[in-house]
């Protein structure tokens, strides 16, 4: 169903960051989860050494397991994970 290609929170392992800090819980970014996605706004919901959660604003269609979330301040690369899962809506 259609509804069922939305989701609102992702899981990711193993975080590359590219800035001096890593981001922390509460920080908001836009995340591209594709190389055509245009970008969402997302908050970083938790993170740890091997893993960070976002949480959407809005729930972004197609979310992928094995395809990567990329974290963006402006248009400046920050960090990836690689989605290791997706929580639909319902």
């Known amino acids: 169903k259609e509804e069922e290609l939305f989701s ?4 990711t392992r193993l975080p590359n960051w590219l ?22 706004e997302a908050v970083v919901h938790r993170i740890g050494s091997d893993f960070f959660e976002l949480l959407f604003s809005k729930p972004e269609r197609a979310v992928t397991p094995g ?12 960090g990836s994970g690689e989605i290791i899962s997706r929580s639909p809506l319902s």
């Open 8 to 11: 609102r929170c992702i899981s």
């Open 19 to 40: 800035c001096n800090r890593i981001p922390e819980a509460g920080e908001k970014y836009t995340v591209k989860t594709r190389s055509t996605h245009p970008g969402a």
């Open 67 to 78: 395809q990567f979330a990329v974290l963006y301040k402006n248009d400046r690369v920050i």
